[in-house]
């Protein structure tokens, strides 16, 4: 079953920024190595990662809105927790 980041980390203790850095991504089994390097070297820059986010505070609705290009279209996606 799914959690929430509250259930997890306890209530007022998740952030949706706390640091961005190219450290924090880390490679799984998925063998897409090409994809998470293109985003570690986005890290570089937390301020390009933030401003992806519309939504740049924790909310209790969990809902995240990004601002993603897609095919060079400005897209937004809403994401939940």
Do not use: H
């Not at 890290?43 to 992806?52: G, I, Q, T, Y």
């Not at 909310?59 to 993603?68: D, H, K, P, Q, V």
């Amino acid at each position: 079953m799914w959690k929430r980041p509250c259930e997890v980390y306890g209530d007022g203790k998740f952030k949706v920024f706390s640091g961005i850095t190219p450290s924090d991504i880390k490679q799984g089994e998925c063998g897409d190595c090409y994809f998470l390097s293109s985003i570690s070297s986005l890290a570089e820059f937390p301020e390009r990662v933030e401003s992806l986010f519309i939504t740049k505070e924790a909310n209790t609705a969990g809902c995240y809105a990004l601002r993603f290009f897609i095919n060079g279209e400005k897209k937004v996606v809403v994401v939940d927790d």
